[in-house]
């Protein structure tokens, strides 16, 4: 990075106007093979995973049937998706971004280690993942339990937001799969009228945006 651009990023996080924007490529930075479909494919021959297949050109896009051991192979490819991800090491990368002052992260990736990086330090936070046109609160009660955003919600300046907008790896009706889950992730996101959570009073404060893990290859990501 250049020195102009460095500094300028660095004078944007002591102001607290530059948010996180964390691709779907982020939980591999420290992995030699940094191609997340490569090692889904490698994860799925190994474990010998059947009744899903890749679309060649749209990478994390699945071909399915209707019908695997009484389970659909969306339930099934949801499943092991899942244990992919609970079964990769948090980096420490995590841990130096959740010591930086983002009051914003977006995190295009269904993984949970920016969470795990806020709890290893002590740092407070908030959870939020979208499923399909509702976002759901993390509870401050029970960490391991999430609220349906109902009515209009404006996050808190002071304390950051952890934003999964990919929906979460432990839930598996988020997890966009197919197309079919794609086009029921985009449509309601196109009219903000029903949208509860009110990211205005963040993103009115954002003059600067922080992009790491992305491959720029996928129209989706380019899209989103």
Same mark, same amino acid.
């Given at each position: 990075?250049?020195?102009?651009?460095?500094?300028?990023?660095?004078?944007?996080?002591?102001?607290?106007?530059?948010?996180? !924007? @964390?691709?779907p490529?982020? @939980?591999? +930075?420290?992995? $030699?093979?940094q191609?997340?479909?490569?090692? @889904?494919?490698?994860?799925? +021959?190994?474990?010998?995973?059947?009744? +899903?297949?890749?679309?060649?050109?749209?990478?994390?896009?699945?071909?399915?049937?209707?019908?695997?051991?009484? *389970?659909? $192979?969306?339930?099934?490819?949801?499943?092991?998706?899942?244990?992919?991800?609970?079964?990769?090491?948090?980096?420490?990368?995590?841990?130096?971004?959740?010591?930086?002052?983002?009051?914003? *992260? !977006?995190?295009?990736?269904?993984?949970?280690?920016?969470?795990?990086?806020?709890?290893?330090?002590?740092?407070?936070?908030?959870?939020?993942?979208?499923?399909?046109?509702?976002?759901?609160?993390?509870?401050?009660?029970?960490?391991?339990? &999430?609220?349906? !955003?109902q009515?209009?919600? *404006?996050?808190d300046?002071?304390?950051?937001?952890? @934003?999964?907008?990919?929906?979460?790896?432990?839930?598996?009706?988020?997890? *966009?799969?197919?197309?079919?889950? &794609?086009?029921?992730?985009? +449509?309601?996101?196109?009219?903000t009228?029903?949208?509860?959570?009110?990211l205005?009073?963040?993103?009115?404060?954002?003059?600067?945006?922080? &992009?790491?893990?992305?491959?720029?290859?996928?129209?989706?990501?380019?899209? !989103?």
């Amino acid at each position: 990075m250049e020195t102009k651009a460095l500094e300028l990023l660095l004078s944007k996080l002591e102001d607290g106007t530059c948010a996180l !924007i @964390l691709g779907p490529e982020f @939980l591999l +930075a420290d992995q $030699e093979e940094q191609d997340l479909v490569q090692q @889904l494919k490698n994860y799925f +021959a190994e474990n010998k995973l059947e009744g +899903a297949e890749f679309l060649k050109d749209d990478g994390f896009f699945y071909k399915t049937g209707n019908s695997v051991n009484k *389970i659909t $192979e969306r339930e099934n490819l949801a499943l092991n998706v899942s244990e992919f991800y609970q079964q990769q090491p948090m980096h420490e990368y995590y841990s130096s971004l959740a010591e930086m002052p983002f009051n914003l *992260i !977006i995190s295009l990736s269904p993984d949970n280690f920016m969470e795990k990086a806020f709890q290893k330090i002590n740092k407070p936070y908030e959870l939020i993942y979208y499923q399909k046109g509702d976002f759901y609160r993390q509870r401050k009660d029970n960490r391991k339990k &999430f609220e349906k !955003i109902q009515e209009e919600y *404006i996050p808190d300046k002071n304390t950051a937001m952890i @934003l999964n907008l990919l929906g979460l790896c432990n839930k598996y009706d988020s997890l *966009i799969l197919t197309y079919d889950d &794609f086009f029921k992730f985009l +449509a309601p996101l196109l009219n903000t009228i029903n949208i509860k959570l009110s990211l205005s009073t963040l993103l009115e404060d954002m003059s600067s945006f922080l &992009f790491l893990g992305f491959k720029y290859t996928k129209w989706y990501l380019n899209f !989103i």
